[in-house]
Nanobody, 116 residues
Framework: QVQLVESGGGLVQPGGSLRLSCAAS????????MGWYRQAPEKQRESVAI???????NYADSVKGRFTISRDNAERTVTLQMNSLKPEDTAVYYC??????????WGKGILVTVSS
């Protein structure tokens, strides 16, 4: 059973930084893509940043230049460094991994609140 455990969320003031981490366990299948999504109140879940096994990265336009995604294949972790946070970044952030056979797994989500 694949488990994704997210950590690092919390409350931060505008302009501050947070670092989210997600660790995958429970299976040794090769991971194709790892990414972060978010869902703000009364909004649809959206992609924030995705990184593939080849190192290809895609960011949402709203976070380009502020967020950085990275992955450690050996540790099966993905990290999202979030800088210059804005109130509109407030959301529940979800980790997602996708295998080479297109199986997708989600974390339970972690709350990020940007407020003064």
């Amino acid at each position: 059973q694949v488990q994704l455990v997210e950590s690092g969320g919390g409350l931060v003031q505008p302009g501050g930084s947070l670092r989210l981490s997600c660790a995958a366990s429970g299976s040794s299948f090769a991971i194709y893509a790892m990414g972060w999504y978010r869902q703000a109140p009364e909004k649809q879940r959206e992609s924030v940043a995705i990184i593939t096994s080849a190192g290809t990265i895609n960011y949402a336009d709203s976070v380009k230049g502020r967020f950085t995604i990275s992955r450690d294949n050996a540790e099966r972790t993905v990290t999202l460094q979030m800088n210059s946070l804005k109130p509109e970044d407030t959301a529940v952030y979800y980790c997602k991994i996708v295998s080479f056979s297109a199986m997708a797994y989600w974390g339970k989500g972690i709350l990020v609140t940007v407020s003064s």
